[in-house]
């Protein structure tokens, strides 16, 4: 049972990691269950300093995702409503041809929005690489996060 369990772990990992690409996947909750799995099914308890350290990277995670998104295409002129424009793009973009579809939907949401705001197709395009930098920037800020998560669980787990 206890490898089915240790499985369900792993797997869980593993999803989370590929939801950077895919995100349609809740990253950041695919860890979470397989940190409860094993809080709950395998061994001792994890220790309340993983808790801590696993719920602020967890917060970091989410908040950067958003805050990345709203600097980049601000500080690559883009608007609120380009900012807005990423957002929804990017959760449009899970579903139109995945995983690619989250890079190109919300550069070319971001396009037209600031493309019918203020007629000049190089500042709209330069708001445009503003979403694209910042999906990759967040995806690469995940992946530390996510691998530091993992880092923390293996040293709770077979250290204490």
């Known amino acids: 049972m206890d490898i089915i369990l240790w499985l369900i772990v792993i797997v869980s990992f593993v999803l989370g990691f590929a939801g950077i690409i895919y995100p349609v996947l809740p990253s950041v909750l695919m860890f979470w ?9 395998i061994g001792d308890e994890l220790s309340w300093m993983f808790w801590v350290i696993a719920g602020a990277l967890t917060l970091v995670a989410l908040i950067s995702d958003v805050a990345a998104n709203s600097y980049f295409v601000k500080k690559f002129g883009g608007s609120k409503k380009g900012e807005w424009a990423a957002i ?30 203020i007629k000049d197709m190089s500042k709209a395009l330069k708001a445009s690489v503003g979403s694209f930098l910042a999906f990759i920037s967040s995806a690469i800020f995940d992946v530390i996060i996510y691998i530091f998560l993992v880092i923390f669980f293996l040293l709770d787990v077979f250290l204490y």
């Open 33 to 41: 269950i397989g940190f409860l799995v094993y809080n709950f099914f």
């Open 88 to 117: 929804i793009g990017a959760v449009v973009g899970m579903f139109v041809y995945p995983p690619f579809g989250v890079l190109f939907v919300p550069f070319v949401f971001v396009f037209f929005v600031e493309f019918i705001q």
